[in-house]
């Protein structure tokens, strides 16, 4: 649902000739935080021929930008009243909370129907609160974290995961995509920042793991040269940690196993058992263990051994078991297309 009339939407940018492709057409933008990964974006939106009034507290950044082409703001409130459309990529929630709820920031100059991209990397419960202060002004504001590093945001090889409107999403799309291949949206306002988080942390997770992988390999005598080459002709190298998910996992369909509880169990237990051995605490690796052996004790063992991943699904009260065939489309297509 729209909180504004949509005759109020269509005022929010210059009106779009259908005779006109949507890459055409040169928009107002506003971009506030060039630093390592904003000055790569607002530079791909200067070279797609927008219109881009530039704010950061670095003049060096903003000089950098300005000689490419973009204006400079002399404030947050300058650059809001001038552009349709504002992108931030701030450090993180209380830069966010500054300049876009503070004195002189983007809520107090905002007007109906401008729209801000949140960019940064900041907290859900902030976006929410944003998204609910621009709606009394009839504006909008979307969460749209990024992927793809400082590399990313100048070659345009990035991802963008949105949260909010998804009209205002589809009306501004290829404005995203002057600046990175993938923008996805992935739910009501705040699901950009859940998606966001949950990638930062599983890939930590990750590295936590192959510490522990790692330390009780190379304690036990492998080369971490060999070890690494090694790993990549197994399942980890294979294919992405997500390819493990969709056999058993998303549809909830456990039986009959790809590979048994019981003996995904038994590798655990002696990789744990050497890490014993050699005195290498492997704190992930036995809680691992502990997780299999609950679902062991339910009698699970001669499921696939993922059934354990639903002791955390029961413990956190929800379910999770997608439709295999939608499941099977999105697999059909490849990771930036939309299903
Ligand atoms: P950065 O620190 O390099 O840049 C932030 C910019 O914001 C700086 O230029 C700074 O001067 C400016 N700034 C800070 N406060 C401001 C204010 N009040 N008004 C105007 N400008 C202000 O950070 P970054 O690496 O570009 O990251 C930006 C966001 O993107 C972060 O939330 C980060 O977590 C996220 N992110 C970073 C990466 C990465 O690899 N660097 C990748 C994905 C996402």
Known sequence: MLPMDVGVLKRAARPINRNESRESISMKVGYIGLGHMGRGMALNLVKAGHEVTVFDLSEE????????GASAASSVGDLTKSVDLVFTSLPGPPQVEAVVLGEGGILENITEGQVLFELSTSSRELALRIHDAFGKKNAYMLDAPVSGGPAGAQSGDMAFWVGGDREIFDRYVEVLKAM???PRHVGPIGSGTIVKLVNNLTGQIFLTAMAETFSVAVKAGVDPLELWDALRLGVIGKGSALNMLTGQFLPARFDPPAFALNLAHKDVNLATQLGRELGVPMRLANLTLAEMTEALGKGLGEKDCRIYL???????GVSIAVDPEELAKRQATSPGQDA
Do not use: H
């Open 180 to 182: 990175g291949d993938k």
């Open 310 to 316: 639903q002791l955390q699904l029961e413990r956190a």
């Open 61 to 68: 950044a903003m000089a950098a930008l300005v000689s490419a």
